[in-house]
């Protein structure tokens, strides 16, 4: 589909993306920068990669699609540094967590002629380091385009096509949809997830090794990079605390019924909570 795209901070996202691109034909070639010098020197001896540069600015020369893969608060900083390589016509995408501020500070840090849209797929892992990339990190994942109303069909149509190619199901919403949207089946689950973890640290030692699969299943994901999940927080802060007053309303519901041995509206709640789990698609 291209014939050159460029993969600036090659994480665990970033070289999934490289490797599926390169597996399933949707580029010919894949140019890369990473920040460390030793992870450019690991990442030029892989088959994925065309093409390691020093520069972002260098990276990106001749390639249609950018994919910026930093972190959020990185994102923005990384596109004005690559800015002066961009190619008229290039689109500019990232994989960050958070769209609406960067969509809008993205678009402001290209160059007349090149596009910034927002990409968010929702794949990955507790895991980081393009050691742990895999071509089918983004099957049947959703992957969030985030268009604004300025921004040609055609390069959206683009873009969407590239997601598609790597195996997801995209969706195309607002950044500022988007947002609330994630704020409530990504940010809130794992805040959820780390502050169990947190409660249960304060509990005797020994309870560690009592758990079963329930704790192992609602825990995994706290083990997720707190620096990055601060930074999404950070960024996503009105919408995450908007999330986080309405699964206090639910917990004030059953603690309500608890208290008032009201046992058929306890199971009412968990009824709820249960067909809502069974009718979700991952």
């Known amino acids: 589909m291209f014939e050159r795209i460029a993969i600036l901070a090659p994480g665990l ?7 599926a691109a390169k597996a399933r034909g949707q580029a010919r070639t894949v140019s890369v920068w990473a920040r460390r010098p030793e992870t450019r020197l690991q990442i030029g001896g892989l088959n994925w990669c065309d093409s390691v540069s020093d520069r972002p600015a260098d990276a990106v020369k001749g390639a249609e ?11 923005v900083p990384l596109v004005r540094e690559c800015a002066p390589g961009l190619s008229p016509g290039a689109i500019v995408t990232d994989v960050g967590s958070v769209k609406s501020l960067i969509c809008r500070q ?3 840090a290209v160059p007349e002629g090149v596009t910034f849209i927002g990409s968010h797929p ?4 507790e895991k980081t380091g393009h050691e742990h990339a895999t ?5 049947n994942r959703a992957c969030f385009v985030t268009a604004t109303p300025d921004t040609p069909p055609e390069t959206v149509d683009t873009l969407a096509r590239f997601w598609h190619g790597l195996g997801a199901r995209v969706a195309t919403a607002t950044p500022e949809e988007h947002d609330e949207i994630v704020a ?5 689950p794992h805040a959820l997830a780390a502050m169990l973890c947190v409660h249960l640290s304060e509990r005797p030692a020994k309870w560690k090794a009592l758990a079963g699969n329930g704790l192992r299943d609602t825990t995994r994901i706290a083990s997720g990079s707190p620096d990055l999940w601060r930074e999404i927080f950070s960024q996503n802060r009105e919408e995450v605390l908007r999330a986080l007053n309405g699964v206090d309303h639910q917990l004030q519901l059953l603690r309500s019924a608890l208290a008032n041995g009201d046992d058929w509206a306890v199971r009412d709640l968990l009824a709820r909570g249960k067909a809502h789990r069974d ?4």
């Open 106 to 108: 993205g678009r402001g």
């Open 135 to 139: 071509e089918n990190l983004f099957d």
């Open 122 to 125: 929702m794949a990955g892992s």
């Open 13 to 19: 996202l970033g070289a999934s993306v490289a490797l």
């Open 184 to 188: 409530n089946v990504s940010h809130l």
């Open 279 to 282: 009718s979700l698609t991952f």
């Open 65 to 75: 699609l950018v994919v910026v893969c930093a972190p959020v608060e990185s994102i």
